[in-house]
């Protein structure tokens, strides 16, 4: 028989080759500051246990490296990603000495490479499977429990980022809740306001192209710009309207985080509804006025349903871009998990800024998957439902 | 009855339709002709007020089209148009019910009528009801879009060349079953084309449209043997007269007394099929059959020829 290779498979094994045997597998540090010393896998591991986590890599990647079932292929990244997950907050507890509170062993590039080429592996093999939509959010639940049990179990406790999160675990809550409500909130306020502008921008030719360039301008201002700007505003607001003040309006803050990220997510939507409202067939909608619909049950019986999975595309661009840009709030004190990034920042203490970063990036990559899903559900519903 | 009146709509500086008059008997057909931008189709959508005239009225039956709102006046009135305008969300039940639902019809009149429409239109309402407008083949989806047309049981049909999409074959099937289903509900129906072929074929009388003006309003026969301009003559093409002259006969009217060889050809059939036939078979004459099976005669080379001459 003829030994095939997979062609992606090619590229995982050779940045698995390069992630397990030269980049380090972790990092440890006399405390929180001092630069770090790089430890290998076999360094960071008891050695009989270090030595089963590289042949159960080497495994994996011989299994990615040729054309094998999915199945296997499968299996294979998933037994490599927790025995990763397992092994990591044992090289934690190994490498830190016995009573030090104030050694810190982080993951180090190499970890993070290994899980980054898991990850691919996975994602390949689930593209593959053509999984449907409620599978792949059942697929986010299964991972997610799973992080979350290794997390309750305490197994990682032994690493930096979660004694910076046992310092902080209060303000981590409190932070992490203000940034899903900022993103949230401000995407809320944009779908509520963007919807009937996109919609009053197809019908009237006129508004749309000013009020898309208005929107394409705001988008091209830098965040921090913005911000800036709209504390001379809202101060005013804040001094001069009744009541504004007890709102919780002021020039630095949670407002104007928030009517930031509400014009930064006006433009995907406007836009979204615009286009999508434009792609319905033109023949449809004069097939719907023809027969005597009102103008009012033309839009909710054919350009709506119609558009939705465009508009929702919109909705999915804003959500993402809401949890990342969100973390800019923190610099006007306006809260969320950017509050950790720029403490860890001034602090040159990086597992300050992770314990920012990372939860950031697992809102938005969860955010992406589950609407990538309704998305899918609402384009193919005519589809499935007479499969 | 439709009667046109005076009908004209300016666009700006552009005058689209340029003070028609004409008078639509009750459960005929008729078929707009003209080239593209002759104003056919904006004529069309003036009588259910998808386009408001400038000038001019429409009446139903004496009563005048703008005395009801617009979307209640396009509910009474069938509209089908090429590319059929299907809703692709919703299901073909879904699609022919449209205007059933607008008119707040009871759950089980509505099924009846739909299952009744799609049998007549040779769609199995079990197998085709729940499936989507992208399943269905284009002549399919043609038929479902005429039948969704005729859903609410209008008097009056709007058709905007609704069978321009479709292939020749499946085209002429369609234009049969139209015809049928027309003699069947007494519709009158109001078709828009720029095929002279289609017109002659279809139309009880054929208005043809030039630059915005009605330049003739008659019968197929009158339009073919005395075509009122050179833009009439030019449409009905010079070389094509007789054929589409002896199209709109049948072969029963044209039997003479005798016998005659080989296949007998249905009375049914038109005077240019049977024509097409002798040419092609070499013979002088053909036998002629009754719907029964019964010989009525034949018809014969010379008998055509005389027939396809332009009437006196």
């Known amino acids: ?237 804040a001094t001069h309207v009744p009541g504004a003040a007890a709102l919780g309006i002021r020039g630095i803050g949670t407002a104007p985080a928030f009517v930031a990220l509400f014009l930064y997510s006006l433009l995907p939507v406007v836009a979204n509804t615009v286009v999508g409202l434009a792609g319905v067939p033109r023949a449809a909608n004069d097939a719907a006025r023809g027969m005597g619909m009102t103008d009012r049950q033309r839009l909710f019986g054919v350009e709506f349903p119609l558009a939705f999975p465009v508009i929702l595309t919109g909705i999915r661009i804003v959500l993402v871009q809401n949890i990342g840009l969100a973390t800019i709030a923190a610099l006007i004190g306006g809260g969320g998990f950017g509050v950790f990034v720029f403490q860890g920042v001034g602090q040159t203490a990086m597992d300050l800024v992770l314990l920012g970063a990372v939860p950031t990036v697992a809102l938005a990559f969860a955010a992406a998957i589950i609407l990538d899903a309704v998305i899918e559900m609402t384009a193919t519903k005519r589809r499935v439902e007479t499969a | 009855m439709i009667e046109i009146e005076g009908i004209t709509k300016r666009y700006d500086a552009t005058t689209v339709v340029d003070d028609v008059s004409m008078v639509i008997e009750p459960r005929t057909v008729c078929v707009i002709v003209g080239t593209s931008g002759s104003g056919k189709t904006t004529l069309l959508r003036m009588i259910n007020r998808l386009v408001e005239p400038t000038a001019g009225v429409i009446k139903f039956d004496g009563a005048d089209n703008s005395s009801l709102p617009g979307y209640e006046l396009r509910r009474s009135i069938g509209y089908a148009i090429q590319g059929h305008g299907l809703f692709p969300h919703r299901t073909v039940a879904q699609n022919i019910a449209t205007v059933p639902v607008l008119l707040g019809w009871d759950k089980a009149r509505i099924k009846a009528r739909v299952d009744e429409l799609m049998t007549l239109y040779q769609l199995d309402p079990e197998a085709f009801g729940p499936r989507y407008p992208h399943e269905l083949s284009g002549g399919q989806q043609q038929r479902v879009g005429v039948a969704r047309a005729l859903a609410a049981e209008p008097n009056v049909l709007l058709m905007d060349e609704p069978f321009g999409a479709l292939d020749p074959i499946i085209r002429n099937k369609a234009q049969e079953d139209l015809l049928a289903i027309q003699k069947r509900f007494g519709t009158t129906i109001i078709l828009v084309t720029h095929d002279m072929e289609e017109a002659v074929h279809m139309g009880d009388k054929i208005a043809v449209m030039d630059a915005g003006k009605l330049v003739q309003y008659a019968k197929p026969a009158e339009i073919l043997a005395n075509p009122a301009s050179d833009f009439v003559e030019t449409l009905v093409g010079a070389s094509e007269r007789p ?50 099976g019964k010989p009525l005669g034949r018809v014969t080379v010379d008998g055509l020829v005389k027939r396809a001459a332009r009437p006196a």
């Open chain 1, 1 to 237: 028989m003829q030994i095939r290779f997979d062609k992606l498979g090619v590229v995982i094994a050779a940045i698995v080759a390069y992630a397990a045997f030269v980049a380090p597998f972790a990092t440890f540090r006399a405390n929180r500051i001092v630069p770090g010393q790089a430890r290998s896998i076999l360094e960071a591991l008891p050695t009989a246990t270090g030595t089963l986590l590289l042949a159960i890599i080497v495994a994996a990647a011989l299994i990615a490296l040729f054309k094998t079932p999915l199945v296997l292929r499968l299996a294979a990244s998933v037994v490599v990603l927790a025995a990763l997950a397992l092994l990591i907050g044992v090289a934690g507890t190994f490498l830190t000495p016995a009573g030090d509170t104030f050694a810190r062993v982080s993951p180090a590039s190499g970890f993070w490479i290994l899980i980054f080429a898991f990850t691919l592996l996975v994602a390949d093999v689930l593209t593959r499977l053509n999984l449907s939509p409620l599978a792949r959010i059942g697929v986010l639940v299964v991972a997610a429990l799973a992080i979350g049990l290794l997390l309750i179990s305490g197994r990682w406790d032994s690493l930096s980022i979660l004694k910076e999160y046992a310092n902080r675990a209060d303000s981590f809550w409190a932070e992490g809740s203000k940034h899903v409500t900022l993103a949230l909130g401000s995407l809320a306020a944009a779908v509520i306001i963007g919807l009937p502008l996109g919609i009053l921008c197809h019908r009237v030719e006129r508004l749309r192209a000013g009020v898309l360039n208005v929107l394409n301008i705001i988008q091209t201002i830098p965040s921090i710009a913005l911000f800036g700007l709209l504390i001379a505003p809202l101060g005013w607001v």
């Open chain 2, 243 to 292: 054929f589409r002259l002896l199209s709109l006969g049948r072969v029963r009217d044209a039997v003479e007394n005798g016998s005659a060889e080989g296949e007998a050809i249905p009375g049914d059939a038109s005077q240019r099929d049977a024509l097409a036939e002798l040419l092609w078979s070499g013979r002088p004459a053909l036998p002629v059959k009754g719907a029964d």
